[in-house]
DNA sequence: AAAAATAATTCAAACGTTTGTTTTAATTCA
DNA sequence: TGAATTAAAACAAACGTTTGAATTATTTTT
């Protein structure tokens, strides 16, 4: 999946918009608009509103996890390492794409079954393989539970996250946090989210407590 | 606010299909097919689209807090089993609810700011307000640590609940328990998501690990 | 290298639908 | 009778998409 440097600038636009206003809610126009081109060059370039959606999804969706992978699967680093980088990962990449994930939430509670809703679901199992995978290793060298409800682990991992930007104002008026300049701000709660869902995982994964 | 019968069948048959389909992707004459009732009806009972929105929140969000604030403020009751009576409502509450909860999720992600943003705020609000209540009565009683981020806390509870809720044909599929009845099944989340969630207020509160 | 031919892209305008809302008359209920 | 509700029809505005001519880019031919 190729896209020249004017169809991402579309796609880019198009996916701040998005974010901001749903899909239903942003018209063909006003993505023409914001990107300085005719109204007639999306349906040019992607065919339909629908099919940009989807080739969004293809652009953003893939590559996400390959990193990751290669991060985890390497040998000589202990279980809890690997959930470690793993969870630093997921919020660094999650932060970097944060338009694109406010389109997924919406997206995926929709009841639909489409080409984006499938894409999804193959993304989530491709998290799933990657964490039993890490759990494994530390069941078998005796360091995790021998009953671990990983989707479980993962459904906690994404939502406090999903949570945490989507509310984030919230928490920076909830914590004072409002003299922070912006920049601080989002580095900040990247911090707090890593240190807090770091302490959860271990505390589900090994034996205290 | 008092609605009248006919208005709360429009209310309820209007929150499934902005639940399923969103705002934007709802159209009037739907809402109308669906109550079997006239297109102008709606206009004519609420006013507008929008303030159907406005209704079906004004509805919804309250009363929603006040059974559990007085479970919570209650005398006599440790502060780990009043969090564990609040996690246990909070899940219960979401999941009566959930077609409301899931035009609230995709509403908060929205760069909006309207009467419905106000009350979603509002709303958060009183959680914190409710929930510090009991850390701070727990930390009196030297049993929770002295640094707890609340507004965090929080968002690990609401965040863990809504993805379950919104991945939940996922959980189900990965956790293998196709078999189970629908019903059976909705029932083994909340008891999950009860278990799952005390626990990890267990350790984030107290100081343990 | 210049010219011609072909392909790709941009543009304004218009297409037919669908949208939320209003109107006006008919009907129901108190 | 008079107020509240329902019904069918119409409204203008906005929607996604298409059209066909104009323009630009690329390739082919001379």
Chains 1, 2 share one sequence.
């Not at 999946?1 to 749903?22: C, R, S, Y």
């Not at 390492?81 to 997206?107: G, P």
């Not at 009841?111 to 290793?137: F, G, M, W, Y």
């Not at 709660?189 to 407590?209: C, G, P, S």
């Amino acid at each position: 999946m190729e896209f020249t440097d004017k169809q991402i600038h579309i796609l880019e636009t198009a996916e701040k918009l998005f974010a901001d206003k749903g899909f239903e809610g942003t018209s063909v126009r006003e993505i023409a608009k914001e990107t300085n081109m005719n109204l007639a060059a999306i349906s040019y370039h992607f065919g339909s509103k629908e099919k940009l959606m989807e080739a969004i999804f293809n652009y953003r969706i893939n590559n996400t996890w390959f990193a990751v992978k290669s991060l985890v699967s390497g040998k000589g680093i202990s279980p809890v390492k690997k959930i470690e980088l793993l969870i630093d990962s997921v919020i660094d990449k999650i932060s970097e794409k944060e338009c694109f994930h406010r389109i997924m939430v919406r997206q995926q509670i929709l009841a639909k079954d489409d080409l984006v809703s499938r894409l999804i679901t193959e993304s989530r199992v491709r998290n799933i393989q990657l964490l039993n995978e890490i759990v494994q290793e530390g069941q078998d060298q005796k360091l995790f539970k021998k009953k671990v409800d990983t989707p479980l682990l993962i459904i906690t991992m994404i939502g406090t996250i999903y949570q945490m930007m989507n509310t984030q104002d919230f928490y920076r008026q909830a914590n004072k946090l409002e003299s922070l300049e912006d920049a601080a701000f989002q580095v900040h709660i990247r911090r707090v989210l890593k240190i807090h869902l770091k302490t959860l995982f271990k505390t589900i994964l090994t034996n205290e407590a």
